[in-house]
């Protein structure tokens, strides 16, 4: 039996398999031509579903090492991750 090698790429991606939001990937980002109040209600939705994800901290340490600029990543939408790494949000 031959052992396939998983790549560095994979390794690094791998917990993203686990998220509870592979389902819903839609939720997590907003449309730019959307409302304020729709994007309000997606990201409170997607942070429910982030609430009880077995992966939520590998999540948010990779969206804050990475710095994803859009979406709900570990539970935290864009502003949030901004704020905590002292950047302000422009668009």
């Known amino acids: 039996m031959q052992r396939t090698v998983a790549t560095s790429l994979e ?8 998220g509870a939001c592979t389902a819903l990937p839609d939720l997590f980002y907003n449309a730019e031509d959307e409302s304020k109040g729709v994007r ?15 992966v939520v901290e590998q999540c948010r340490h990779h969206a804050m090492a990475n710095r994803e600029l859009y979406g709900v990543w570990g539970g935290l ?7 905590l790494a002292g950047r302000q949000r422009t668009g």
Do not use: M, V
Not at 11 to 18: G, I, M, Y
Not at 77 to 83: A, F, G, L
């Open 77 to 83: 939408s864009e502003n949030e991750r901004h704020r």
């Open 11 to 18: 390794e690094r991606w791998d917990w993203a398999d686990h």
């Open 40 to 54: 309000r209600r997606k990201e409170e939705a997607a942070k429910r579903i982030c609430r009880r994800c077995p």
